[in-house]
């Protein structure tokens, strides 16, 4: 437990670094500490450490965690959503950040509908059109856009991206530079259910770039927990 709260205290402070650099206020950046394949009682241990946020990656984690944490956190759905697993989550989590298809959008859309809630959601861009499969390009954005324009139970609030993991993470700065454009050039949208509050991109090897181009909503996973052990 010691080291993760030492690992959180510099990651903390590399946020207040990163924010610096740039006239930011460290306040504006919520930190998301990423919960898959940790055990649940290191995770309950974690959010004594002013943790308020956390994410998973998978559906059916999300499922099973829910009542096992027992702070009350809010909840991010940070990887690949299927269809047919929108119904397992829809009355737990606060974000989804993963949205990158219309048919995606329509499901979330009708089972929000069906417990009379309103979703929040991302939509998940991919800038860098490479390694990463998920998330719909660019020029497919306005697209989808305007097609959840009509659906009353989601609120867009914001765009996350994913960038490869690079050796040097200057080498993603333009990816979450690029982000920060399109995040800006659509705030002044028409739409009244597309609100960009969120932008969601960087990761343990690469938050402190995303940071400085603008991240207000950083994932992280190994810098808090250490290396993920995939085997259990
Ligand atoms: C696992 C994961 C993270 C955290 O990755 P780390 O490199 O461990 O910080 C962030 N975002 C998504 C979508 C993930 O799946």
């Known amino acids: 437990m ?5 690992n959180l205290e510099e990651v903390r402070k590399n946020i207040k670094i990163a924010c610096e650099k740039v006239n930011r ?4 950046v919520t930190l998301i500490a990423v919960t898959k394949t940790i055990d649940d009682a290191i995770v309950n241990e974690s959010l ?19 009542d096992l944490i027992t ?8 990887g690949h959503l299927q269809r047919n697993k929108v119904k397992y989550i829809i009355d737990k989590v606060d974000l989804i950040h993963s949205v990158d298809s219309e048919r995606l959008a329509m499901e979330i ?3 929000a509908l069906g417990i009379g809630k309103v979703m929040d959601i991302l939509i998940q861009l991919n800038i860098s059109n490479e390694e990463t499969k998920f998330g719909i390009d660019r020029d497919a954005l306005d697209t989808l856009l305007l097609s959840i ?9 914001g765009l996350m991206t994913m960038a ?8 993603t700065r333009w990816i979450f530079k690029k982000m920060k454009e399109i995040f800006e050039d659509l705030k002044d949208n028409e739409y009244n259910n597309i609100q960009m509050d969120y932008l ?3 990761m343990t090897n690469d938050y402190m770039i995303a940071i400085e181009e603008g991240a207000n909503l950083i994932r992280i996973g190994t810098g808090i927990y250490g290396e993920r052990d995939y085997s259990k």
């Not at 206020?25 to 504006?28: E, G, S």
């Not at 702070?71 to 940070?78: E, F, G, N, P």
């Open 2 to 6: 010691e080291n993760i709260r030492d």
């Open 109 to 111: 859309n009708n089972r």
């Open 164 to 171: 490869p993991y690079l050796e040097n993470p200057e080498d």
């Open 149 to 157: 324009s009509n659906m009353a139970n989601i609120r867009v609030r």
């Open 48 to 66: 004594k450490y002013d943790i308020t946020d956390i994410g998973e990656n998978k559906p059916q984690e999300v499922q099973r965690k829910f």
């Open 71 to 78: 702070k009350k956190v809010k909840w991010h759905l940070i």
């Open 200 to 202: 969601s991109m960087g």
């Open 25 to 28: 206020n460290p306040n504006d």
